[in-house]
Nanobody, 124 residues
Framework: VQLQGFGGGLVQTGGSLRLFCAASGRTFSSYLMGWFRQAPGKEREFVAAFSGYGSITYYADSVKARFTISRDNAKNTVYLQMNSLKPEDTAVYYC??????????????????WGQGTQVTVSS
């Protein structure tokens, strides 16, 4: 599976951005898809994930009610809609995929494939 994430940019506090992740692979629909982020000097952290079956979504507490993850299996694409952005959301955002359908853990080792990252900067 190859992943390519894009859609980052510079936005003011309270603004919105939508990230995209295009995936290759015929079994995309069965893969757990997720987003992580890494701020300067910090570890990469889980943001959100969407199950391979059953349309189950998972969110970090810090983004719940502000971010929405979705996927379009026909387009092999996963999205992250980010609203009410805050300066602390500033980070490089990575899309990720796991060779299982449901979330087993929220660490980077729980995902098998990674995109190249896209920068999100929220100005105060």
């Amino acid at each position: 599976v190859q992943l390519q994430g894009f859609g980052g940019g510079l936005v003011q506090t309270g603004g919105s951005l939508r990230l995209f992740c295009a995936a290759s692979g015929r079994t995309f629909s069965s893969y757990l898809m997720g987003w992580f982020r890494q701020a300067p000097g910090k570890e990469r952290e889980f943001v959100a994930a969407f199950s391979g079956y059953g349309s189950i979504t998972y969110y970090a507490d810090s983004v719940k009610a502000r971010f929405t993850i979705s996927r379009d299996n026909a387009k092999n694409t996963v999205y992250l809609q980010m609203n009410s952005l805050k300066p602390e959301d500033t980070a490089v955002y990575y899309c990720a995929a796991a060779g299982r359908s449901f979330l087993a853990g929220r660490g980077t080792r729980d995902f098998d494939y990674w995109g190249q990252g896209t920068q999100v900067t929220v100005s105060s």
